[in-house]
Nanobody
Framework: QVQLVESGGGLVQAGGSLRLSCAAS????????VAWYRQAAGKLRDFIAK???????SYDDSVKGRFTISRDNTKNTVYLQMNSLEPEDTAVYYC?????????WGQGTQVTVSS
């Protein structure tokens, strides 16, 4: 079993920054890759970033160069540093992992970017 808890969302002005955290209940090194997704109101949930157990990363083009995903295995936490935020980044942000053949999601954290 894995539990993921996101935090760090909030209201920020355009151009500002936020850092989201995804805390896992187990050892995230044994969990493997962790991804961040976001879902804007009335839209589908979209992939934005992923980090593997070996720290290789990938990003959606919409956030490349602005967002950075990282992990701290000693804290069992994956981070999403978000810079140069735009109103279009407004969404609920979720972290996700696959463990034991099952997909686990956190409850989400709201990010609102005002213009």
């Amino acid at each position: 079993q894995v539990q993921l808890v996101e935090s760090g969302g909030g209201l920020v002005q355009a151009g500002g920054s936020l850092r989201l955290s995804c805390a896992a209940s187990g050892s995230i090194r044994s969990i493997g890759a962790v991804a961040w997704y976001r879902q804007a109101a009335g839209k589908l949930r979209d992939f934005i970033a992923k980090i593997s157990s070996s720290d290789s990363t990938s990003y959606d083009d919409s956030v490349k160069g602005r967002f950075t995903i990282s992990r701290d295995n000693t804290k069992n936490t994956v981070y999403l540093q978000m810079n140069s935020l735009e109103p279009e980044d407004t969404a609920v942000y979720y972290c996700q992992t696959i463990f034991g053949g099952r997909s686990y999601w956190g409850q989400g954290t709201q990010v609102t970017v005002s213009s």
